[in-house]
Nanobody, 118 residues
């Protein structure tokens, strides 16, 4: 069982920056593919960025060049550095962990609100 706890959300002005953190409890963090998703009010949850256990990274086009995903396997933490924030980035941001070992194991955090507004 893995518990994910996000932090770092808040209110920021357009053009500002935030860094989200997601701390994972449990073992084998380094073997999980870690992702950030977001869900704006009234919209479906969407993938923002993903980082595999091997370090491969994918970021959706809408945030490419502005958002960076990284992980610290010693601290069991994945980060999302968000720069150049726009009002359309306003959403609840969720941390996700996935590992496939015979079965698929998937875990979600509770989410952290990011609001971009002047």
């Amino acid at each position: 069982q893995v518990r994910l706890v996000e932090s770092g959300g808040g209110l920021v002005q357009p053009g500002g920056s935030l860094r989200l953190s997601c701390v994972a409890s449990g073992s084998a963090f380094s073997t999980y593919t870690m992702s950030w998703y977001r869900q704006a009010s009234g919209k479906q949850r969407e993938l923002v960025a993903v980082m595999t256990s091997g370090g491969d990274i994918n970021v959706v086009d809408s945030v490419k060049g502005r958002f960076t995903i990284s992980r610290d396997n010693v601290k069991n933490t994945v980060y999302l550095q968000m720069n150049g924030l726009k009002p359309e980035d306003t959403a609840v941001y969720f941390c996700n962990a996935v590992r496939v070992v015979i079965m698929r194991y998937e875990y979600w955090g509770q989410g952290t609100q990011v609001t971009v507004s002047s």
